[in-house]
Nanobody
């Protein structure tokens, strides 16, 4: 079992920055890959970023590449999403998720993740 709690959401103007955090407890954190997803009102949940167990491999959706950075601190059992140059279309509830399947893969689909946080709201105004 892995429990995930997101924090760091809020309201910001376009061009601003936010850093989301996701604190994990339960299963050994360093053995799970992590991802961030987001869901805007009336839209399906979509992949944002993925990071491997060790943190040496990352992958991003095209819509956030070059603006967002995913990272992790295994000593603190925490994964981060640094979001820069935010746009109104980034407005959504952001979720972190854990992929417990211990194989090297880049998980971008919802069904590939086993545990989810409750989400944190990010609102970007123009």
């Amino acid at each position: 079992q892995v429990q995930l709690v997101e924090s760091g959401g809020g309201s910001v103007q376009a061009g601003g920055s936010l850093r989301l955090s996701c604190a994990a407890s339960g299963r050994t954190f360093s053995s799970v890959a992590m991802g961030w997803f987001r869901q805007a009102p009336g839209k399906e949940r979509e992949f944002v970023a993925h990071i491997s167990w060790s943190g040496d491999s990352t992958y991003y959706a095209d819509s956030v590449k070059g603006r967002f950075t995913i990272s992790r601190d295994n000593a603190k059992n925490t994964v981060y999403l640094q979001m820069n140059s935010l746009k109104p279309e980034d407005t959504a509830v952001y979720y972190c998720a854990a992929d417990q399947l211990y194989i090297p893969r880049v998980a971008t689909m919802i069904y590939e993740y086993d545990y989810w946080g409750q989400g944190t709201q990010v609102t970007v105004s123009s």
